[in-house]
């Protein structure tokens, strides 16, 4: 088997996995670094991402504001340090990206400018119009491009990590060009590859965020965190899922029910103003504003559209020219994919699922209780979004803890030999494992499109914006049959070159271990917080609740949940209060 | 309008043929359904062994450029019903080597786009403790269109130049380079253009403007290239009339 050796390797190439591998390269440019992406990395989802960072840059605005619109925000389950540490870190970051020549917009004097944002009481998110995401990422890739100790290793499947006594060693990899499956070994390992929307089957999310790094660490024996904790962001196009951003109400944007009532104003978030008021009404958090779209759909003053209700975004007051500078994007989506200009039109939106606060358990640093493993960006759970995230912290996340995480993964580097020959052997066997099981498999019956729907429908029918108990221990029982029938899942494409039959297969073998580790979290916890809400259990419960769950994978392969205590530094829990 | 359409798509498996065939398929055809979509349909029901690149579905990830109907486009941008009654004839990108179906080899462009050093070139970084670089709207408007480039490849699959030359540092790459050299913080705009008028291939390209009539994101190549030469014109009248001054 051909074997390929770095000293740290980032599964990943989007805006954590980037910024990861500068930090490495910066720290100590002796170390040499492998960026392993399923896809090139400009084509990683970071490049979706609209609105904008948040960080504290203005006069007026302090930090520990920042930290308790996050907390508060996030329903108390965030950890206070990591919070205190992700606002203190975050200008800098920022800043570092404005140097690396990001193209943040501008006030007229040539400063950075920043908008509102959903659940932040004072204007701090940076933006790039309204592709921040895009521009981030595209500045993060072409930067490294100046680090010769980089070596990426674009479109490079990553399928299994190696491990042996005790320490992640490296991963196995299928290069999708030429097929040739090879170990490529390392002194530690970071994931980055991001969130897990499709396991739903109506997301913002793109198609290849299907959990891979989530399932990588839960199957080498990694907890994930509050993984029940999903984001439907409020403001998605029927049908495509694209995202409508936050900023369009940021901007001034208005949420109408069939009658043209900004019906928010019903569901304790405050008073319509003309002008957008901080933490209040359209600029409420995202869990929220979706709760009161199901509320909204009860009372029957939710639109029928073609795809199911929908209420409407109105942009129109804003006016061309504030549309055409703040928002170009949000109008070119509009025209291009609904066929309508949102200078003249209401926008049809509903919620959509959008982001996970969950993901693999770190500490502070992007360590994983597995030595030699670490994660960061939104496949990692440190956590500073706790049961909901707010708008425009996951970028500003992403280059916070992408430099802990490399700053963290390159010490323990050099502190470290170099991998031995056990793993070569666990590379072999999975070599064996991808081409008995998938390359040269004649049987089965079951065909990968239809197991991947009948997840997602699973998943949106027991694990949407409301939940109960008894639909969650049937979805549960429902994934355990999808796992097993998986076991039967047709391969016909049995040639090496660029087999996207294969990734599809792997990736839903990923996304239905992150399914199962979604439901069993939501079953066991009784209580409403943030973007979980159970019907059956609606309060919050501190006193048995205010705790992480981690989900590990038992040997039947079911998760086993247990929990962490919440990390409470300076802020008390107590009620979340929008509009006052 | 029809209820299906015939898709010609482009298939081709290194392993079992010596050259591309098309193949027929047949799909329906829905009001919201763009190019791309009909893809999925064949790969989820009709053909799982169909391979070809796509991400985001919002025209902003670059993956899914492919010809269609013999123009460039992004496939997740390009409506379906535009081609009733039909058919619609998929190909991979023209200009690059096939890897497989629709999927095609762009290393060239990833080895071009190191080149032209596209990052900020500075003599002396200023510490971040000094906080960020001034920059005025306007400022941020001379390189603006220039970094919308999401590096879909559809320009170089347009351009008679890199067609016929395959060493030209072709559209995007040139327009990124340019997206550098207008931005006000860089200082680097001599090293890039040392290093792009090595080749002549720059001179090839005729201001056929095909790069920017493509583009599905509304940068110009076509003016960045035209913009570059003239900078390397005067590079070049500079040092013929004063070799002896300092560049």
């Not at chain 1, 400009?42 to 840059?57: C, D, K, N, Y």
């Not at chain 1, 400018?113 to 595209?138: N, S």
Request: hydrophobic content about 40%.
């Amino acid at each position: 088997m051909d074997v390929s050796s770095h000293d740290v390797l980032l599964v990943g190439g989007g805006g954590a996995g980037l910024r990861a591998a500068i930090a490495v390269a910066e720290l100590n440019p002796k170390l040499s670094i492998a960026v392993v992406s399923k896809v090139y990395p400009m084509r990683s989802h970071t490049v979706s991402a609209e609105g904008g960072a948040a960080a504290v840059i203005k006069a007026g605005d302090t930090l520990d504001d920042h930290a308790y619109d996050t907390i508060s925000g996030g329903d108390w389950l965030t950890d206070q340090d990591a919070v205190e540490a992700f606002v203190k870190e975050a200008p800098v970051e920022m800043l570092q990206l404005e140097h690396w020549g990001c193209p943040w917009s501008r006030e007229p004097d040539g400063h950075i400018a920043v908008r509102p944002f959903g659940g932040m009481k004072k204007e701090r998110t940076w933006f790039a119009a309204d592709k921040t995401g895009f521009h981030m990422l595209h500045a993060l890739f072409q930067t490294s491009l100046k680090y010769g100790a980089i070596t990426r290793y674009d479109e490079w499947f990553v399928s299994r990590l190696l491990q042996d006594d005790g320490r992640v060693q490296g991963v196995v990899a299928i290069d999708l060009m030429s097929g040739r499956i090879q170990a490529i070994t390392a002194k530690a390992v970071i994931l980055c590859t991001g969130g897990c929307g499709r396991v739903f089957p109506f997301t913002t999310n793109a198609n290849i965020k299907n959990g891979d790094g989530m399932a990588l660490a839960y199957r080498a024996g990694a907890p994930l965190k509050d993984m029940e904790f999903v984001q439907y962001h409020p403001t998605g196009l029927p049908f495509t899922g694209i995202l409508i951003t936050e900023a369009s109400r940021a901007e001034g944007g208005f949420l109408l029910n069939k009658d043209g009532y900004r019906y928010l104003q019903d569901y304790d978030l405050g008073k319509p103003q003309p002008k957008p008021v901080l933490r209040s009404m359209e600029l409420g958090p995202r869990d929220r504003l979706s709760q009161a779209f199901v509320k909204e759909h009860e009372k029957g003053r939710t639109i029928q559209g073609p795809y199911g209700p929908v209420v409407h975004l109105d942009l129109r007051h804003l006016g061309e020219k504030v549309i055409n500078t703040k928002l170009p994007f949000v109008r070119e989506l509009c025209l291009k994919y609904e066929n309508i200009d949102p200078i003249k039109e209401l926008i049809p939106v509903r919620p959509v699922v959008h982001y996970m606060m969950g993901g693999v358990h770190t500490d502070i640093n992007g360590a994983t209780p597995l030595r030699g493993l670490f994660a960061a960006g939104e496949v990692a759970c440190v956590s500073i979004n706790g049961a909901n995230r707010l708008g425009s912290n996951s970028l500003t996340e992403l280059l916070v803890f992408g430099t802990r995480a490399g700053k963290s993964a390159a010490a323990f580097a050099l502190e470290h030999e170099a991998p031995n020959g056990h793993v070569i052997a666990q590379a072999e066997d999975e070599k064996r494992r991808l081409e008995e099981q998938f390359l040269r498999k004649t049987a089965g019956r079951e065909s990968i499109a239809s197991l991947r729907t009948e997840m997602q429908k699973t998943m949106e029918e027991s694990a949407g914006i409301y939940r109960t108990g008894a639909r969650l221990a049937e979805a549960a029982a429902t994934l355990r049959k999808l796992q097993e029938r998986f076991q039967d899942v047709a391969m016909s494409d049995h040639s090496r070159t660029f087999n996207t039959e294969l990734t599809a297969a792997l990736e839903l073998s990923f996304m239905l271990d992150v399914a199962e580790a979604i439901v069993q979290c939501a079953l066991n916890r009784t209580e409403s917080r943030g973007s979980h809400q159970r019907t059956d259990f609606p309060k919050r419960d501190d006193g048995a609740f205010l705790a992480h769950s981690l989900a590990l994978q038992g040997k039947d392969g079911t998760p086993q949940v247990q929990y962490l205590p919440v990390t409470i530094t300076r802020w008390p829990p107590a009620e979340r209060v929008y509009g006052k | 309008m029809a209820e299906t359409i015939t898709l010609e798509v482009s298939r081709y498996r290194p392993e079992q043929e010596t050259e591309p065939t098309y193949q027929k398929y047949e799909v329906p055809v829905r009001k919201d359904w763009v190019v791309l979509d009909a893809l999925n349909h064949i790969k989820d029901k009709i053909d799982t062994s169909l391979s070809y690149r796509w991400s985001c579905r919002m025209g902003v990830c670059g993956s899914c450029g492919m010809m269609v109907n013999n123009e460039p486009k992004l496939t997740c941008a390009t409506f379906l019903s535009d081609y009733v009654p039909g058919p619609v004839r998929v190909e991979p990108l023209r200009n690059f080597p096939v890897v497989r179906d629709l999927v095609i080899a762009m290393t060239d462009f990833m080895d071009k786009l190191l080149r032209v050093k596209p990052w900020i070139i500075r003599d002396q970084e200023k510490p971040l403790s000094e906080g960020e670089y001034l920059q005025t709207p306007e400022e941020l408007d001379a390189y603006k269109q220039f970094s919308m480039c999401i590096n879909c490849m559809i320009c170089y699959a347009a351009c008679p130049v890199y067609g016929l030359d395959p060493h030209f540092v072709g559209p995007a790459a040139i327009a990124l380079a340019q997206r550098y050299n207008r931005d006000s913080r860089d200082q680097g705009s001599q090293e890039r253009l040392d290093i792009l008028s090595q080749h002549d291939a720059i001179w090839g390209c005729t201001f056929v403007g095909e790069c920017t009539k493509v583009c599905p994101k509304h940068v110009d190549p076509a003016g960045a290239i035209q913009q570059y030469k003239l900078e390397a014109t005067k590079e070049w009248f500079k040092s013929f009339l004063l070799p002896w001054s300092a560049r």
